[in-house]
């Protein structure tokens, strides 16, 4: 992902959850959100994920939405992994693939962090043990209004076009 959309705001798309309903993404503005892009087939993205969902359980009284999206598959193939890997986030699905070009994203797993009003103010690439860590630090500074810890990171992940 271009860490040109940086300031800029997030793109107006729409997902659709695992009930098969259309979201807007500025729907969930109000509070800061934070977009983790992943696909299913990615071991990368399934160990990020149990991160993501851990530090989901750890911050759940924080005014933060955290949602996994998953790139190009179908709502079987996302229900399925939710339950395998006991996902308490809400999952939604990009099965058109509109948010590879809006977000332009070049890999997965890939976190976007956008504040109450829908602007991007962070993004993370890749899976690391540290991710976790820094994603809680990060979503705790907006949460409290303080200045977001600065962090420059890419680690592991698989192309979105696998």
Same mark, same amino acid.
């Given at each position: 992902?271009?860490?040109?959309?940086?300031? *800029?705001?997030?793109?107006?798309?729409?997902?659709?959850?695992?009930?098969?309903?259309?979201?807007?993404?500025?729907?969930?503005?109000?509070?800061?959100?934070?977009?983790?892009?992943?696909?299913?087939?990615?071991?990368?993205?399934?160990?990020?994920?149990?991160?993501?969902?851990?530090?989901?359980?750890?911050?759940?009284?924080?005014?933060?939405? !955290?949602? #996994?999206?998953?790139? #190009?598959?179908?709502? @079987?193939? @996302?229900?399925?992994?939710?339950?395998?890997?006991?996902?308490?986030?809400?999952?939604?699905?990009?099965? @058109?693939?509109?948010? *590879? %070009?809006?977000?332009?994203?070049?890999?997965?797993? %890939?976190?976007?962090?956008?504040?109450?009003?829908?602007? !991007?103010?962070?993004?993370?690439? #890749?899976?690391?043990?540290?991710?976790? #860590?820094?994603?809680? *630090? %990060?979503?705790?500074?907006?949460?409290?209004? *303080?200045?977001?810890?600065?962090?420059?990171?890419?680690?592991?992940?698989?192309?979105?076009?696998?």
């Amino acid at each position: 992902m271009s860490q040109l959309l940086i300031g *800029q705001s997030a793109p107006e798309i729409y997902f659709t959850n695992l009930n098969g309903e259309r979201i807007v993404l500025s729907s969930l503005y109000g509070e800061p959100v934070l977009l983790n892009f992943f696909k299913s087939n990615c071991v990368w993205c399934r160990s990020e994920l149990v991160n993501l969902a851990y530090v989901y359980r750890r911050v759940e009284d924080v005014q933060v939405k !955290i949602v #996994g999206v998953l790139v #190009g598959q179908d709502a @079987a193939t @996302a229900a399925q992994f939710a339950s395998e890997q006991n996902l308490d986030i809400p999952i939604f699905l990009d099965e @058109a693939g509109e948010s *590879q %070009t809006a977000f332009q994203l070049e890999r997965v797993p %890939t976190l976007v962090l956008m504040d109450s009003n829908g602007k !991007i103010i962070r993004v993370f690439e #890749g899976a690391t043990e540290q991710l976790a #860590g820094i994603v809680e *630090q %990060t979503i705790l500074a907006i949460a409290g209004e *303080q200045e977001l810890p600065e962090y420059s990171l890419v680690g592991n992940g698989c192309s979105v076009n696998d």
